[in-house]
C-alpha cells in the first residue's frame, strides 16, 4: 500500500513557473557590472605651488566689508591742559613723604646754640632729622674701625622709652610728653654727638683730651634736651634737675661708643 502527497500546484504573479523566474534572476545578477570601492574625488592641479589649497584670500573685499576702523589718537599737547597736571603742578618727592628739608635745617641750627634754643621749632615733632643724624653718628663711628648702627639704633629706642617713662612718673596725670615727641627731640639732641664723633676721629682713644671734650659736648646734649623737654612738655619745669639727670647718662653712654 503506498502512501502519497498531494502538493497543491505553485503559482508565481508574472504567471511563469519557478524555473523561468530563477533562470531570470541569474541573468539580472550577471548582467550587473562591479563597481570600484569609493574614491575621493581628485582635484584639478595647483598652478602655483604657495597658496593655500581650497583657500583664498581677497584682501580689497575682507576690508570693503569689514565694519572695524581704526582708533584715532588725540594730536599731542601739553601736560597741563585738558585736566591733566603738568610737571610743575606737582609737589616734590620729599615733600610727598613728609619730608621737609627747611624745617630740619631750620632745627639743627637752633641745636648748634645750645645758649640760644627756640623751643617752638620743635613743636612739630619729626624723625626724619634725627635718622640722619644717627645714620651721621654711625658714619662717624665706622670711619673709625666701629660698627654700631645696630647699637646706636637699638640704644635710642630704649632711651626714649627710659625718659618718657621718667617724666610721665614724675608729672604724673598732667604729663603730655608722648613716645613720638621723645623720639624726635633726643634725635635732635644727638647733633653734638656726631660733631664729637667726627672730632674724635683725630684725637687719640682713650686719652684724658677726648675725656675732656666728650664731657663738653655731653653737657652740651644735656643742656639743650633738658629746655626742651621743658619748654615742650607740661609741668616739667618743677623736675628740672631730675629731668637733667635722666638726659646726662643718656648722652654719657652715646659718649662712651666715641670715646672707648
Same mark, same amino acid.
Given at each position: 500500500?503506498?502512501?502519497?502527497?498531494?502538493?497543491?500546484?505553485?503559482?508565481?504573479?508574472?504567471?511563469?513557473?519557478?524555473s523561468?523566474?530563477?533562470?531570470?534572476?541569474?541573468?539580472?545578477?550577471?548582467?550587473?557590472?562591479?563597481?570600484?570601492?569609493?574614491?575621493?574625488?581628485?582635484?584639478?592641479?595647483?598652478?602655483?605651488?604657495?597658496?593655500?589649497?581650497?583657500?583664498?584670500?581677497?584682501?580689497?573685499?575682507?576690508?570693503?566689508?569689514?565694519?572695524?576702523?581704526?582708533?584715532?589718537?588725540?594730536a599731542?599737547?601739553?601736560?597741563?591742559?585738558?585736566?591733566?597736571?603738568?610737571?610743575? +603742578?606737582?609737589p616734590?618727592?620729599?615733600?610727598?613723604?613728609?619730608?621737609?628739608?627747611?624745617?630740619?635745617?631750620?632745627?639743627?641750627?637752633?641745636?648748634?646754640?645750645?645758649?640760644?634754643?627756640?623751643?617752638?621749632?620743635?613743636?612739630?615733632?619729626?624723625?626724619s632729622?634725627?635718622?640722619?643724624?644717627?645714620?651721621?653718628?654711625?658714619?662717624?663711628?665706622?670711619?673709625?674701625?666701629?660698627?654700631?648702627?645696630?647699637?646706636?639704633?637699638?640704644?635710642?629706642?630704649?632711651?626714649?622709652? !627710659?625718659?618718657?617713662?621718667?617724666?610721665?612718673m614724675?608729672?604724673g596725670?598732667?604729663?603730655?610728653? +608722648?613716645?613720638?615727641?621723645?623720639?624726635?627731640?633726643?634725635?635732635?639732641?644727638?647733633?653734638?654727638?656726631?660733631?664729637?664723633?667726627?672730632?674724635?676721629? !683725630?684725637?687719640?682713644?682713650?686719652?684724658?683730651?677726648?675725656?675732656?671734650?666728650?664731657?663738653? !659736648?655731653?653737657?652740651?646734649?644735656? *643742656?639743650?634736651?633738658?629746655?626742651?623737654?621743658?619748654?615742650?612738655?607740661?609741668?616739667? +619745669?618743677?623736675? *628740672?634737675?631730675?629731668?637733667?639727670?635722666?638726659?646726662?647718662?643718656?648722652?654719657?653712654?652715646?659718649?662712651?661708643?666715641?670715646?672707648?
Open positions: 500500500m503506498s502512501n502519497g502527497f498531494n502538493v497543491p500546484p505553485v503559482i508565481f504573479p508574472s504567471g511563469g513557473n519557478s523561468t523566474a530563477a533562470a531570470a534572476t541569474a541573468t539580472t545578477q550577471h548582467s550587473r557590472l562591479p563597481t570600484a570601492p569609493f574614491q575621493p574625488p581628485r582635484s584639478s592641479p595647483n598652478p602655483n605651488p604657495n597658496s593655500i589649497p581650497f583657500m583664498s584670500f581677497d584682501i580689497g573685499s575682507a576690508a570693503a566689508s569689514s565694519s572695524f576702523s581704526a582708533p584715532q589718537f588725540a599731542p599737547g601739553p601736560i597741563g591742559i585738558g585736566g591733566g597736571l603738568g610737571f610743575d +603742578d606737582e616734590p618727592l620729599l615733600e610727598e613723604l613728609g619730608i621737609n628739608t627747611r624745617q630740619i635745617w631750620t632745627k639743627t641750627i637752633s641745636i648748634l646754640n645750645p645758649l640760644k634754643v627756640n623751643p617752638g621749632l620743635h613743636e612739630d615733632a619729626d624723625l632729622g634725627p635718622f640722619l643724624f644717627l645714620m651721621a653718628f654711625g658714619l662717624f663711628q665706622l670711619l673709625a674701625g666701629k660698627l654700631h648702627f645696630g647699637i646706636i639704633l637699638g640704644w635710642v629706642t630704649m632711651a626714649a622709652l !627710659f625718659l618718657y617713662v621718667v617724666f610721665n614724675l608729672a596725670r598732667n604729663g603730655n610728653l +608722648d613716645l613720638y615727641r621723645c623720639v624726635s627731640l633726643i634725635g635732635y639732641c644727638m647733633l653734638p654727638m656726631v660733631v664729637l664723633s667726627a672730632v674724635a676721629l !683725630f684725637l687719640p682713644q682713650g686719652g684724658v683730651s677726648i675725656i675732656a671734650v666728650a664731657g663738653v !659736648f655731653v653737657i652740651w646734649s644735656t *643742656r639743650v634736651c633738658t629746655r626742651l623737654l621743658v619748654e615742650l612738655a607740661s609741668c616739667g +619745669d618743677e623736675h *628740672r634737675g631730675l629731668i637733667a639727670y635722666a638726659c646726662f647718662l643718656i648722652y654719657t653712654l652715646f659718649s662712651l661708643l666715641v670715646v672707648f
